[in-house]
């Protein structure tokens, strides 16, 4: 007996042969010699026949194994590549998160540099310059109206027409400035928040290009 891949113990045509063998022969044994050659014939009649059998049996069994094996290993490499890619977006949304975490403690470092100052005040003029003359809220973190007061209130009377009114946030954008309508129609959200949260995409095709 022989054992394929599988576990499946095929019986091969020797151990066929050596039990019809024994076969034959204890029933030699047993008839008259008149018989002997009948029964020769007789047996080797089945012997071939069985043999045959045998040998279309284990060729189908052979294909069916092949093809169970060939299904069985197309599962395992397809399961292996989900599992990979999986880690990969696992890892990529890591490298991402934790490439944005470190840009914001970046960011949050910059606010509280000199150089942040000449960055608030352009980004106010810019979007003051932006909009037509209405009614508008521009939002500002306590950090910044504190620190900025007299130029946010000199900027809005150099470059606003209209009622425009100074409304602290109550949300932490990091930095920069919200400016909307009183309506709620209209918003610019000119935020260093906003601003790292559209760079993601970007951060995300460098990480994948270097997962490639």
Known sequence: MKKIAG???VTTIEDKISLFSK???DKVNEEKEERLEALSYEAEKKINAEKERIDELR???QREVSRKSNIKANEIVAKEKLNKQREILALKDKLIKDTVEGIKEKLSEFVCSEEYKS???NNLKNTLKGVDKGSYYV???KRDYEKFQS???AMLSEHCQG???IRISEEDFIGGIILKDFEGKFKIDNTIYSALQESKEIIG???MEMLA
Do not use: K
Request: charged share 15%; glycine share 4%; net charge neutral.
């Open 119 to 121: 960055y608030f005040v």
């Open 59 to 61: 060729r189908n069994l």
């Open 23 to 25: 076969i034959i022969y």
């Open 7 to 9: 576990g499946l113990i």
């Open 163 to 165: 009622n425009v009114e």
């Open 139 to 141: 939002i500002v973190l």
């Open 151 to 153: 130029i946010i209130e």
């Open 205 to 207: 095709v460098r990480v």
